[in-house]
């Protein structure tokens, strides 16, 4: 007898096993989850490489809204996602993000805080002489103004976040397999089954495509859909500095280098313009000169404290990165009734977990979003040429 799921999830990182969770802890829904992943592991996967942070300073009002509800969660996760008394700690550390801007950049600081105060963002502007006196650390060589996220902004353990909602998930009955979609049966506006590369057929009332930057867009294809996401390597580089300065937010430099504490040290890195169709989906080879070339020199300038430092380890992940616009493509796949998806999420995908999966299954159970309207990050926004612009991108 075929096998038949009430909803298939493809791709069981922290979206997938967030949308498998929202959906089984709603009381409104009965149905069975498959969640399919080819790598149970999740080594190579966003979820356990990247930075994991979570802000508020963005330029538009839903990237503001899905990371209010991410806070929230993330505050209380030892209670949402206990499992048998075991309660997860993803050591949410609240430093801040500290962006800084030159001339070129003062403008563009001042109208998101216009509108992050209007969403409730508690965000502060910050002269060079409030700079300096907040965070003596720094050289105010060419800037102008910072914005700085008192609270609700900071990082934590992302992979920490994905084993916590998977752990979650399977206590309330969602069955994960390792293996592939390889194959997509359609009638009409629905999809009816998936194939496996195992050599299942598994009859679905929903597929969800949450497969990530390993496999979000030939997932989409096998549908007859076409997005625009690429896997996008971005290298992540860990030192420690002889004389650490202390409080050190989340910092993003006017070169574009970031760099955050990590344990005893710091972890740095920087997003390089590769917005072309190629992609980076097999290759994790680090780009040392990177490190060396670019981000050393420019956090030496910026942190003299961080002109002796030790390279630490580093490592390759990728962004699910969407080219269109560089934001999350959530929502009812166009053309069909039954599929949804969340990709392209350019490296916002870990804070925004949350509420996309939430969101994800209040489409799937009342087929229209209950409590946040997540209507800018629809699907078929690139058809209609409509492109949600963010001017906070890191």
Known sequence: MQEKFDVVIAGGAVMGSSTAYHLLSNPQFRGEILVIDKDLTFQKSASALSAS??????????NIRVSQFGIAFLRSISTLLAVDGERPDVGLSEGGYLYLAGTTGAQTLLENHALQMREGADTLLLEPAELSHRFPCLNLDGLVLGSFGRSCEGWFDGY????AFRRKARSLGAVYRQDEVVGVSREG??????ELAGGSRIACGSLVNTAGASGARQLAALAGATIPVFAKKRCVFAFTAASPPSPFPLLIDTTGVWCRPEGKGFICGVSPDDLDESDAREDFEVDWPLFEEVMWPALAHRVPAFETIRPGRAWACHYDTN??????LAGKVQGLDNMFMAAGFSGHGLQQAPAIGRGLAELIIHGRYVTLDLADFACDRIAANRPLLEKNII
């Open 53 to 62: 942070s979570i802000r508020q300073q963005y330029s538009t009002a839903i």
């Open 189 to 194: 506006r629905q999809v009816i089954q998936v």
């Open 160 to 163: 920490g976040l994905m084993q």
């Open 323 to 328: 080219l269109f616009d560089h934001n999350a």
